[in-house]
């Protein structure tokens, strides 16, 4: 299993924004084969940081749904390009 990790450093409003966002986003990832799920995550601080984790079963179908139209469409609507990525791979539980 792979585990993405989008980091974004916000101020407390644009937290707020971001949460919305996330909270109303259009679901179209949830489709893709090998889709294992997504959490949005908030730190404590006043200036909170913002973790989008993304779960997959392979690297072929995070591979797929990275060079679809549907994440190129999603990408492009993000109001935040800056979010810090790293890839993960889970080697025990």
Same mark, same amino acid.
């Given at each position: 299993?792979l585990?993405t ?9 644009e937290a *707020?924004?971001?949460?919305?966002a996330f !909270?109303?986003r259009s679901?179209?990832?949830? *489709?893709?084969e !090998?889709?294992? !799920?997504?959490e ?6 006043p200036?909170?940081?913002l ?8 690297r072929?179908?995070?591979?797929a ?5 549907d994440?190129?469409a999603t990408?492009a609507?993000s ?6 990525f ?8």
């Amino acid at each position: 299993m792979l585990v993405t990790i989008n980091r974004f450093r916000v101020s407390a409003e644009e937290a *707020r924004h971001l949460e919305a966002a996330f !909270g109303s986003r259009s679901r179209t990832v949830d *489709r893709y084969e !090998g889709f294992l !799920g997504l959490e949005v995550l908030r730190s404590f601080e006043p200036e909170p940081e913002l973790l989008l984790v993304t779960r997959w079963r392979d690297r072929e179908c995070m591979k797929a749904y990275f060079q679809s139209e549907d994440f190129k469409a999603t990408r492009a609507a993000s109001a935040r390009q800056d979010a810090t990525f790293t890839l993960y791979e889970v080697v025990a539980r």
